[in-house]
């Protein structure tokens, strides 16, 4: 937990907050943490941080290899542009200091009697808590939102002073946080993992050129029913569902649309702002069926949108997951003969039967080729980052495929993709179905019209 005991506000403090930038909707600080090991390295991260607009920085005395206090401290109290926080944290909670513990607190008065702004001291008072870790990031986001006094917002990512803090650049540019306040909807992707989603980058982008008051933010979930027993203020808006969560979603919904409920899964939630029930959609299977038939019409060169080129298609799913169901009704939809492969044969056969399709072991898969110009469709999370070495079908087997989608889109070309093109088959990458399928999650979330070709040159960055 990051503790901040402010012990002493110089006079000179208050001139330098106000030198900062315009008009903030909040008035949370970001405080950025200066690690360097050396003096001159300090200052020359110092003046970085005044460029970010950070509104304070935190030095961190027991980083330094080499320390003289008197002369180090007039020389950073000196040198830095903005509000200093001197920090001299011991090895016992959490920092690099392990010598006499007078001495350390006789470097903590003499920073205040030399003119630092603010000293952290270890006490058992009142804290501003922030969460660590992955878990922690929104109490690093949203303190803005709910009043905190301040989040910590680093020059580098990786390079922190406690688990979890994000860049300064992503607070500002991802996050919009100057603009964040109590007034602000709170929208997230829940998953397991989550951290790879591009989602947070897709929508608080949208929302900033919408004029849209809203942030979305990456939520790791552990236990979704409990999510929503703990998240129950309507300040949570809206979801997004992803891995492993969207078969649970359908039963902590209050009402589920009636294609949601038929495929059996949710990846789009909206909490009623009149009296917080929770409605379910599914924006998968458009999303994932769309991109694939465009695939086809390209192959085939079709040119007519109101024609059905997975009619009669033996439409092969890997996956009986939430993803996997919702391919299997939406290619069984368009008229396509249906085949769900699963690790577990059962599994298989039980959403099979739901549909009207067929079922195979993932096994039994490898030698299942009874005609080419097959549609292969894996909805698994093999090869996710970081294991992109890995592939749920063997190469050999996709000379038989015509056209092979993956819902992965991290990374967007993955090894079964890559593997499927040497083959000749067409590829479609996730990043299709994650596109598409947000278009209908944005305009559930804020009621405007979804920003395609915006959505479209946002995800081309990454």
């Not at 509104?55 to 020389?75: A, G, M, Q, T």
């Not at 290619?331 to 039980?350: H, M």
């Not at 996709?398 to 093109?421: C, G, H, N, Q």
């Amino acid at each position: 937990m990051d503790t901040l005991n402010p012990i002493l506000v110089s006079s000179a403090a208050g001139s330098k907050m106000e030198s900062g930038g315009g008009m903030n909707k909040n008035r949370t600080l970001i405080c950025t943490p200066i690690m360097a090991d050396s003096i001159d390295k300090m200052v020359t991260d110092m003046a970085k941080a005044k460029d970010s607009t950070a509104d304070l920085v935190e030095i961190r005395l027991d980083c330094l290899k080499s320390f003289n206090p008197y002369e180090d401290l007039k020389v950073l109290i000196k040198e830095c542009p903005l509000p200093t926080l001197f920090t001299y944290r011991p090895v016992w909670e959490g920092g690099e200091y392990d010598g006499d513990e007078k001495e350390r607190l006789d470097v903590l008065r003499l920073a205040m009697e030399l003119g630092a702004d603010y000293i952290d001291v270890e006490l058992k008072v009142p804290i501003i808590g922030i969460v660590m870790g992955d878990r922690g990031l929104i109490s690093r986001i949203l303190c803005a939102k709910f009043g905190g006094y301040l989040t910590f917002g680093t020059l580098e990512a990786g390079v922190v002073s406690a688990p979890g803090q994000p860049t300064i650049e992503d607070l500002l540019n991802l996050y919009n946080f100057r603009q964040l306040g109590p007034d602000t909807k709170v929208y997230g992707v829940i998953g397991k993992p989550v951290g790879h989603s591009k989602s947070p980058m897709l929508y608080n982008e949208a929302f900033k050129s919408a004029g849209f008051n809203g942030v979305y933010v990456h939520l790791l979930v552990d236990d979704l029913s409990k999510f929503f027993q703990t998240y129950s203020s309507t300040d949570f808006a809206g979801f997004s569902c992803t891995i492993p969560h969207k078969e649970a979603a359908v039963k902590c919904c209050d009402e589920v649309d009636p294609v949601a409920k038929s495929i059996g899964a949710v990846n789009c939630i909206i909490r009623s702002q009149s009296d917080g029930k929770l409605f379910g959609y599914n924006t998968d299977y458009v999303g994932a069926i769309s991109a694939i038939e465009d695939g086809l019409r390209a192959r085939y060169n079709i040119s007519g949108i109101a024609d059905l080129p997975l009619a009669g298609k033996l439409f092969v799913v890997i996956g009986a997951g939430g993803a996997g169901k919702a391919l299997a009704y939406g290619a069984k939809q368009k008229g396509a003969r249906v085949v769900i492969a699963n690790r577990t044969y059962e599994r298989a056969k039980e959403h099979a039967d739901i549909i009207g399709g067929d079922a195979l072991s993932l096994a039994d898969l490898v030698r299942f080729h009874p005609e080419e110009g097959m549609i292969l469709a894996n909805t698994t999370s093999v090869g996710m980052q970081p294991n992109i070495d890995e592939t749920p079908i063997p190469k050999d087997v996709l000379k038989y495929y015509s056209l092979v989608f993956d819902a992965i889109y991290t990374p967007k070309i993955t090894r079964l993709l890559r593997e499927a093109e040497e083959s000749g088959a067409t590829i479609v990458s996730g990043l299709e179905m994650f596109i598409r399928q947000a278009y209908e999650q944005f305009e559930r979330f804020t009621g405007l019209p979804a920003p395609k070709e915006q959505f479209r040159k946002t995800m081309s960055k990454y």
